[in-house]
Structure formats: structure tokens, C-alpha cells
């Protein structure tokens, strides 16, 4: 088992870390049950994916038995989790262990639950400490305004698995076959797709368009914002996005008015689903891969791989476009311009995904715990915690940082992107064809413009704690605004135009514009380092 990518002397580290990663946690403690339960590790995996028996991981419950550990493992969506999480964490018998569980303003809200991983960093941690060493952005998206780390991030340093990471992890697909069988050409603007779909739904297509609810998914529908010159990161899931280097929130943009009033019309002429409007992922990807007679019923949706999205019958009547577009009235000719009005799509952010494993600060054997999770970080396992266990069947080891993945990623045997690992630029994987076909899918796309000045870098963005607080009591009041009207608007039952006003008074009030000016505050200290 190779556990150690290289190695550093404690001495060395702390003079490296030391400034960044020791401090004392400020503000009020926050009240925090006692942990009641045995030495069993309560773990909890936050899935973006079709939900999976992470139990029954061979790779996981393999390497969890070589550190004495116990591990009951939870599965819960995303959406699960946010409707639940104040609840859990409030109990005595909340989770030891998170995966793609936690955000940088839970640290604030439950700082005293958390543990300060820094503490730990460094003693009998040669991976993570090697990630850390090696690369400044792993730290920079860790560490805390105060100093504390409470989550490690994930980092992939390797280009063919980064096939779902540039410009953006979701392209939009369409049925090609029924543009052909209807003479239809690739619409470009919101217009013309508007008009296909209509095509779509007058030949009887059960769905013209199809995605898998709002935001905090790769198959949002928030993706189309990037067609009216929105440029999101990271799904834009609190709203916020950059343009000439003025933070801004989509929530209260002219541009996501015409998005909903748009939507709002294709929901009323049956070109979109109510069930679209969720955030059920099995659901959506069952719709995708076509009825009981394996026809196709969506026509178009917004997806991350073909093969994946359509499954292997169907996904060869599907191709990529690119998003619609649309020049408004109110935006000028020489914006317009070149290729569009500044058509972005969704841009993740490279090689660093924050937050991706945290721990209790009452988790039993903590110090073994750590110890696992530095294996975790490990080249051997971070392989398997991407794309599935060797033992599963999945990978294939053919010599030292040498791997092939055999089959398809259906994620339910590993924690995809989703989970830790660090696959620095020495490993090389061969990959199977849906890889292949998510790079050339996301060809199109290298022409979509990206600029500096509209790029948002939100794991890098830090708040002293107070800070934190104020933004997670705001944006948790502005999610919740926005999702309500959202829905009543897209529905029918609410006038967009005759509320839109009262709709921007509730979020002033709901604190959206304080917000703003704290994310723009910390966005200026970030261009100064």
C-alpha cells in the first residue's frame, strides 16, 4: 500500500506553516451537546451524484479495518443535508467525520464543533503535508481568515481527469437526430431555442427541455444565466458572480428576471417539467436514459457526459452546443459584439476544490482518524476515491503512480470529485471512453470568452469570523427569498413584472446589499496578495 508520496521533516514544515496554520479561534464559543456513542465513527458523504452504500466500498472498508476504525457511514443529497443540517449538528449524535459536507460559513456558525485541523497537520500527515508544501492554492483555499483550518480541500493536478473541469463541469446537449428528422438547425440565441423546442413539443416529445432544479448541481438550470453574460464559479450557489471586478449577485440582476420570465413561459407551454424544477438527481438522470421501451423522451438537457447522462443506447443521438444567448434591450452594441453578448458559461475553479473532508473536534481516536485521512490523500487511494476501488474492480494499478480505470464512473463504488484526493501531475491514468467523449464535448466551449476581470474566486475569499456569521445568517434569508419567488414565478403564480420590485425591497432588507459589500471588501484584499 503506498501511503507516502514523499517525505518532509516536522522542523522543515513548521517553519513553512507554522504563521498560516496556528491560531487561536476567535469570537463566542458556541454551545456544543456532548457526544454521546461508542468508538464508532459516525460518517456522513454529502452526494451530488445517485445516492450510494458507501459501506459497501471494498477499497474503503479495506483500508478502514487497517487503522482499527469502525465507520457507519450516512448518505444524504445535497438538498437533504441543507433542510437538515442546523438539526444535526445541534445533536449529541451528529457526525464524527463529513464529506462534501460543510462550507466555509458553517465553521463560523458552529466554529467550537469543528476541529482545527492545523493542529494536526504535519504529525505523521506526509501526504496532506506534502499537498500543502507543494501547492500554495491547496492552502490558500483551507486556511481561514484566523489562520484555522476546519476542512481540507481536494486537488488534481492532471489533465485528463480534469475532463469535467474546464470551461465548465455541464455542457448543454441536444437530441441531434430530431434536428435532423425536423430540418432544424443548432439554435443560438433564447429565441431560437425557444422555437425548437416548440418544434420538439408539437412531435410529440414527452420533455423538449430538461435539467434537475436551480443551483448546488451540475445539471442546473442556473447554467443558462451564462448566455445573458453572467459568468458563474462554482454554480454561482449563493448568487454571487464578478463583472469588471464588482462583485454582484444574480438575485437581484435585470438578467435573471428575463431568465425566469423566459422560463416561466416554455413552463406554461409544457417545453419544461414541474419535476425538472427539483433537485432529484436519480429522477432526472432515469428521464435522461429514456422510457421503459428505451426511446428517448428528452429531447435537450443540461448534463456532464454523454455516455453518463443518456446512457451508452441513447447517447449517440445527443450532442453538445453551446448555451443560448441573448442581447437585451438594455445592454449596448459594442458589448454585443464578436461572438455574442459576453456568452460565459459556468467556470470551476482549477485543480482546488475546497471543503471537501472536516471532523468533529469530540470525534473518538481522532489522531487514528487523521491518520486515515492522510491515507486518503495518498496517490493509490486518491485514484480509488475519484474513480472507484482496485479490489472493487474499477482501477487497475500497473506500477507507481501508473493507473487504468476500467469501467465507466457510475460513482457507486467511489466519491468521484466529490471526495478527498490529491493526484499531483506525476500520476498518469488511462481513462475510459466517457472521458474521451467529455473532453471532445467540451471542445466547443474553449471558444467562450473568460476574462479576469469576471472571474469570481470564492474559495479563496476569507472573512474574519464575525463576518462569516453575518454572511451565513444573510445569504441563508436570500437563498430562501429568491428560491420562493423563483418558483412562483416560473410556475405562473405570481406576476414577475408587478412583484420584481417588492421582490428587491425583501432581499435589501434580508441584508443582500451588506453582503455584497463585504464579498467585494474581501475580494479587493484577495487582488492585493
Not at 187 to 211: A, G, W
Not at 467 to 492: D, H, V
Request: proline share 3%.
Amino acid at each position: 500500500m503506498e501511503i507516502c508520496k514523499g517525505k518532509i521533516t516536522r522542523a522543515l514544515f513548521w517553519a513553512i506553516f507554522a504563521l498560516a496554520f496556528f491560531s487561536c479561534r476567535s469570537g463566542k464559543k458556541d454551545f456544543v451537546p456532548k457526544r454521546q456513542g461508542g468508538d464508532e465513527i459516525r460518517c456522513l458523504f454529502v452526494t451530488p451524484y445517485k445516492k450510494a452504500d458507501v459501506s459497501s466500498f471494498i477499497w474503503l472498508s479495506a483500508l478502514s479495518r487497517e487503522y482499527g476504525l469502525t465507520l457507519k457511514w450516512s448518505v444524504m443529497s445535497e438538498d437533504e443535508w441543507e433542510s437538515k443540517k442546523e438539526e444535526v449538528l445541534a445533536s449529541a449524535f451528529a457526525p464524527d467525520l463529513f464529506i462534501n459536507a460543510t462550507k466555509v460559513e458553517d465553521y463560523a456558525r458552529h466554529n467550537s464543533f469543528f476541529a482545527n485541523l492545523a493542529d494536526f497537520i504535519g504529525f505523521d500527515t506526509q501526504n496532506l503535508s506534502i499537498l500543502f508544501k507543494e501547492h500554495k492554492d491547496a492552502v490558500r483555499a483551507a486556511t481561514l481568515y484566523n489562520g484555522a483550518i476546519y476542512a481540507l480541500p481536494s486537488f488534481s493536478a492532471v489533465d485528463n481527469q480534469k475532463a469535467y473541469s474546464h470551461p465548465s463541469k455541464c455542457v448543454l446537449f441536444i437530441n441531434q437526430q430530431l434536428l435532423k428528422n425536423l430540418s432544424l438547425k443548432s439554435p443560438e440565441t433564447f429565441s431560437e431555442f425557444e422555437t425548437t423546442l416548440d418544434f420538439f413539443s408539437r412531435h410529440s416529445i414527452e420533455i423538449p427541455f430538461d435539467f434537475c432544479g436551480w443551483d448546488g448541481n451540475e445539471h442546473s438550470a442556473v447554467m443558462l444565466l451564462g448566455g445573458l453574460g453572467i459568468q458563474l464559479t462554482d454554480g454561482g450557489r449563493n448568487g454571487y458572480f464578478l463583472e469588471n471586478n464588482t462583485v454582484k449577485n444574480y438575485f437581484s440582476d435585470t438578467r435573471y428576471r428575463y431568465l425566469l420570465k423566459t422560463l416561466s413561459r416554455w413552463y406554461k407551454k409544457g417545453l419544461i417539467k414541474d419535476i425538472s424544477l427539483s433537485c432529484d438527481l436519480e429522477s432526472f438522470l432515469s428521464r435522461s436514459h429514456g422510457n421503459s421501451e428505451g426511446q428517448a423522451i428528452v429531447a435537450s438537457a443540461i448534463g456532464t457526459e454523454e455516455t453518463a447522462q443518456f446512457g451508452k443506447k441513447l447517447s449517440s443521438q445527443y450532442r453538445a452546443i453551446l448555451p443560448p444567448m441573448e442581447r437585451l434591450c438594455d445592454i449596448s452594441e459594442e458589448e454585443f459584439s464578436g461572438i455574442g453578448y459576453r456568452r460565459y458559461w459556468s467556470v470551476d475553479t482549477p485543480n482546488v476544490k475546497a471543503d471537501s473532508i472536516a471532523l468533529s473536534a469530540q470525534c473518538p481516536k481522532i489522531q487514528t482518524v487523521i491518520s486515515f485521512i492522510d491515507s486518503l490523500y495518498s496517490t493509490d487511494y486518491s485514484v480509488q476515491s475519484v474513480f472507484g476501488g482496485i479490489a472493487d474492480g474499477v482501477t487497475e494499478k500497473n506500477a507507481d503512480f501508473d493507473f487504468t480505470v476500467k469501467t465507466d464512473c457510475d460513482y457507486s463504488n467511489s466519491f468521484g470529485e466529490a471526495g478527498p484526493h490529491f493526484l499531483d501531475t506525476a500520476l498518469q491514468l488511462s481513462l475510459p471512453d466517457s472521458f474521451v467523449y467529455a473532453q471532445l464535448e467540451r471542445n466547443a466551449y474553449q471558444k467562450l470568452p473568460v476574462k479576469n476581470g469576471n472571474y469570481y474566486p470564492e474559495i479563496y475569499m476569507k472573512y474574519p469570523n464575525e463576518q462569516l456569521k453575518t454572511l451565513g445568517e444573510i445569504e441563508m434569508k436570500t437563498k430562501e427569498i429568491a428560491r420562493k419567488a423563483r418558483l412562483r414565478w416560473i410556475r405562473g403564480e405570481g406576476d414577475i413584472e408587478k412583484e420584481w420590485q417588492a421582490y428587491l425591497e425583501e432581499l435589501e432588507r434580508a441584508g443582500l446589499s451588506s453582503a455584497i459589500k463585504i464579498r467585494q471588501t474581501a475580494y479587493n484584499r484577495y487582488l492585493l496578495k
